[in-house]
C-alpha cells in the first residue's frame, strides 16, 4: 500500500548538478523551462489579461489540491489504489481553503448515481469569496435567459449545460419533443457524452472555432454557455479558472482573443489540462501568430476564424491525439533518435557545413516525434513546446513526403508575432527522416533546396543516411539493456538539455488499454511531485498492479515503474543502477553537445 | 538541345484539385483522399514534346483563405499560371474571375494564363458549363481545357498547351543565345524588391 513519501538524503548526492546522466556540456541546445516555470507562466499570463486590479491569486497548484480532494470518486483511472492514501497527504492543505460551491444541489452524473459537488475554483476566489464567487441563482438566471432566447422555455440548471454527461432528469416538465432538438438530442447522444475528453476554442464573442468531437455548428448553443461562464465571471474582475462536477472537471484557458475549454473525465489534473489548452493554443498562433489574431478581432470582433483555420484540423486533432499518450508534452522536453555520437556529430556538421546561408535560424532534423539533430544559429534557442509543434506539423501532414514544401510558420515562444518561413523535405523516400530549415527570409526556397541537395550528398557519402534509417527501423530501445530484471518502465529528463529517454512499452504495457493507464500514472505522479502547494522530492507509491518512483532532483526527474512487489530499498537500488545505466548510454540518448551555424 | 523551363504556379479555391492535377502530370498517379497542402508544394518534371525538352518548375500552391497574401511570391516570377476550379462547383469558377483580375493587376504583362476545369469525370453534378468558362477565358486570351486527374483525361496536354504557347511566345520575341543550351523563358520583370526582415524582432 502507498508509503508516505520519503525525502532521500543519502542518494541525492550520488549526482552532483553537472554530471548527472544527460546533462549538456557547453551552451544548451534547446532552450528550457522548468514544469514549475510553465506552471508559473500559465498562471502569469492568465493573471495579467484578466484581473487588472491587481488582487493577489492564488497558486494553480494550491487550489488544485482544494479540489482535488474534494471529488471523493477521484482515483487514479482503472482501479489503481494508489490514490485514497495518497489523497490524505495533502488534506490537511486542502482544509485551509475555503471551498466555494457554485451548486450544492446533488445531481446525478451519468448513469452513477453518487453524490456530486460541482466545484468552481476561480483566480481570487479564494481571497474574496463573497465578493467575486457568483452564487448559484446569479449563474442560473443568466443562464434562462440565454436558453430563452433561443427559444426553449424551461430554466436550465447549470449542471446540465455545462456539462455534456449530465443526465436530464432534473426537468420532468418538459417533454421529450420540446426538449430533443436536433442540437441538444446531438449533446445528449452517448457517443458524444462518453467521450473522455472534449476541447473546443471559441472567440471571445463566443463564436465556435474548434471542438474534438462534433460540428461546432450544432454545438453553437453549448460555446454560448461556455462564453457566458467566462464573461460572467469577468464582470466581477475575476476570471474563471476551473470547476469540478463529479468526474468531470471543465478547465478553461482565457486569453486575449480566445477562449479554451477542456472538458475532462480523465482525472487527469487542472494544471496538465491547462497546459494541453496552451498547446492547442500556441497549435492556433503558429498558424498565424498573435499579431494577426489581434488584428483580425480588432477589426471584426464576431469574426469566424473557422475560415482561416480551414484545412487545419487535421493539426489539432493529431495534437491531441498525441498528447494523449506522449509523455513529452506533460514533460515540456524532447525525445532524440539514440544515434551513435559520431553518426550524430557527422550528420549536424554536415548540415552546419551545407546550410551556411544567411538568415537561416534552425535547421532541424526530425523522425517521428523524435529529434535527430538541431543546428541553430548562435543565441538562438528552439523551445520544447515549439519544437513539439514542428513535430506535430511534420506528423500530421502526408503531403510533405510527396514533394519539397515551403510554409509560413510561427513559432510562438520564438516570436509569437512573425512568421519563419520553412522548407520542409524528407531525405529520402526509404527513409522517414524529415528536414526542416527555417529562415526569416521568404525568398530563400531555392537557396534551400539546394543546401538540402548537398546535405544529402554528404549524408550517403559517409553513410550516415544508412545509420538514421536503421536506427528509425529498431526503434527504442528494450528496458532488458538496462539489466534491472524488476524495472517495467522508466522516464528520464535531464532537466538542463530539456530532454529526455524512456524505453519502449513491452509486457505487461503492451496492450492499448494497459498503456493509457501506465501514461495515466506518469501524470499523476508527475502531478503529484510537482504539485505546487507541497512539491515532492521522491514519492514511491505501491499500488495494485505496480510500484511508482518518482525523483526530482535539481538536474533530473525520474519516474519509475516496478512490479507491485518490489520494496522500497530494491526500487532505491534499481534506480541508482538505472543512473549509472543512462550514464554510460547518455552520447547514444541524448544530443549533448550544440552545433551552430 | 535546348531545354525550355518553364516556370509556371496552380492557384484556385481549395479542395479543386491543384494538387491531383500536379500529381497527375509529374508522378501518373492518384489518391482519392488527398490531404491539403501546407503553404506550397515545389515540383519538377522534365517532358519532351515535338523534338523540345521543357523543364517544368511547378508551384502547388494552397487554397485555403490563409495563405491568399502568400500568393504573389509565388505567381510574381511565373511564367505561366494555371487557375483551377471545380466544374462541380460554382463558387470555385467565380473564385477564378478574382484570380484573373490579380494576376491582370500584379503579374508580370506577358504571363501564360490557363483555366482549367478540374473534375470532368463528374459530368452528373456539373455546375458551370463549358461554354461560360471558354467566354471566360477568351476575354483574358487564356487557355481553358477541362481536365480530370482522376482518369487523366487532358492533365498533360494542359502542360504541352502551355509549354508550346511559351516557345512561341519566345521564339517571336528573342532568338535565343547560340552559346547557352539552356533557354530561359521566365519572364522575371525585374528582381522583387526584398524586405529583409532582422530576425524577428530581437
Known sequence: MAEEPVVSSANDDEFKQGSEPGACRNSMLIATDSYEDIAQYLKADVCQSDVPNGKSTSVVGDADDASETSTPDQTVKCQNRVDPEETSVCSEQCTQYDRQEVSSDDSAVGDNSEETATTAVTETGQNSPKETLPDISCINRQLSSLSASDGSPHSVDTDQVCQPASSDVTEPSVTAEEYLSPELDYVHSAQWKNQDKHIFILSKAGKPIYCRYGDEDRLVTLFGVMQALVSFIQSSKDSIRYIVAGDHKFVFLVREHLILVAIAQTKESSTHLLLQLTYIYNQVLSILTLSQLGRIFNMLHNYDLRRLLSGTEKTFDNLLNVMNQDPSFFLCAVRCLPLETSVRDTVAQSIAQNAKVKDLVYAILITNHQLITLVRMKHYFLHPLDLHLIFNLVSATESFKAAESWTPICLPKFDSNGYLHAYISYLDESCDACLLLLTVDKDLFFTLSDCKRKIMEKLTKHHSLKAICESIRRGNYCISEAGIPELRHFLYKSRSTAQFTSPKFEVPYTAEEDRQRLFRLYQHLHYRIHCNSRPLKIMFTVGEYETLLGWVTSGFELYAVFGPLVTKPLAINSINKLLKWIKKEEDRLFILNSPTF | ?202
Open chain 2, 1 to 202: 538541345m535546348a531545354v525550355i523551363e518553364i516556370k509556371l504556379c496552380l492557384l484556385g479555391d481549395s479542395g479543386v484539385g491543384k494538387s491531383s492535377i500536379v500529381h497527375r502530370f509529374v508522378y501518373d498517379s492518384f489518391r482519392p483522399y488527398m490531404e491539403n497542402t501546407i503553404g506550397a508544394a515545389f515540383l519538377t518534371k522534365t517532358m519532351i514534346v515535338e523534338g523540345r525538352t521543357y523543364k517544368f518548375q511547378i508551384w502547388d500552391t494552397a487554397g485555403q483563405e490563409k495563405y491568399r497574401a502568400l500568393a504573389p511570391m509565388y505567381y510574381r516570377g511565373a511564367a505561366a499560371a494555371i487557375i483551377v476550379y471545380d466544374i462541380t462547383r460554382e463558387s470555385s469558377f467565380h473564385a477564378v474571375k478574382l484570380w484573373l483580375a490579380e494576376l491582370k493587376r500584379h503579374a508580370s504583362p506577358n504571363i501564360v494564363l490557363a483555366i482549367a476545369g478540374n473534375k470532368n469525370d463528374l459530368e452528373d453534378l456539373r455546375e458551370v458549363s463549358y461554354q461560360e468558362a471558354q467566354d471566360c477565358a477568351k476575354s483574358h486570351g487564356a487557355i481553358m481545357i477541362e481536365t480530370s486527374a482522376k482518369s487523366a483525361i487532358n492533365v498533360a496536354s494542359l502542360f504541352v498547351e502551355i509549354g508550346r504557347r511559351l516557345s512561341n511566345l519566345d521564339m517571336t520575341m528573342s532568338l535565343p543565345s547560340s552559346n547557352s543550351n539552356a533557354l530561359n523563358v521566365n519572364q522575371r520583370t525585374g528582381q522583387d524588391v526584398k524586405g529583409r526582415r532582422k530576425c524577428c524582432g530581437f
